[in-house]
């Protein structure tokens, strides 16, 4: 059982080096712009800039293997945005602050989300997920009406859960995931 572990930690940390490489994304201020480049994006990739209640400032679907960008912040008040660097499988957020000083980033507060892996086998969907944080990732069910279904809460670093629908009617149910404050959703068609 050990063994079985340690094969699936090392598993774990050869795809987290694939999935997200700190060469990838450069986040860097001059003056009041913020200067972005990436590599090794996924076509169909997003960078979006939020600010604090989440109202997007700016959005760019990258559509090349490279991306360069330079976002004028001089217009936007003084407060904390977040830069949100959104794959297939993973969003890396960059925390920027815009103050008396100028425009920094805060390299410090910035994450990695993993998004969630799911296997539909007959009637059951399994669900694995990435959980670095150690965070509580809790896992809600609903119905096509939005009646809650079923919940389930766990903190660890690789959190696997296989939800049966045998006793259920066919249809469209909803998975949604929630780590701190962000939701992952998806929707799953049955029979």
């Not at 694939?18 to 712009?33: C, L, S």
């Not at 604090?52 to 090349?64: A, P, Q, R």
């Not at 805060?106 to 993993?114: H, L, P, R, V, W």
Request: charged share 25%.
């Amino acid at each position: 059982m050990k063994n079985l572990l340690k094969v699936t930690v090392l598993v774990l940390a050869l795809v987290l080096g694939n999935t997200v490489n700190a060469k990838d994304i450069e986040v860097k201020v001059k003056k009041e712009q913020l200067v972005v480049s990436l590599e090794n994006t996924q076509e169909g990739s997003s960078l979006i800039l939020t600010d604090m209640s989440g109202e997007v400032l700016f959005k760019d679907t990258l559509m090349e293997s490279s991306y360069k960008k330079a976002l004028d912040l001089h217009s936007i008040p003084k407060g904390t945005y977040f830069l949100n660097f959104e794959k297939d499988d993973s969003i890396v957020t960059t925390v920027i602050s815009k103050d008396n000083d100028g425009v920094t980033v805060n390299k410090a507060s910035s994450k990695i989300f993993f998004k969630p892996f799911y296997k539909t086998l007959e009637d059951k969907v399994m669900v694995s997920f990435t959980n670095p944080g150690y965070e509580n990732a809790t896992f809600r069910v609903y119905d096509v009406d939005g009646n809650l279904m079923t919940t389930s809460t766990n903190n660890d670093l690789v959190v696997k859960k296989t939800f049966d629908f045998s006793e259920v009617p066919a249809g469209k149910y909803m998975i949604a995931l929630t780590v701190g404050d962000r939701t992952i959703t998806k929707t799953i068609t049955l029979g």
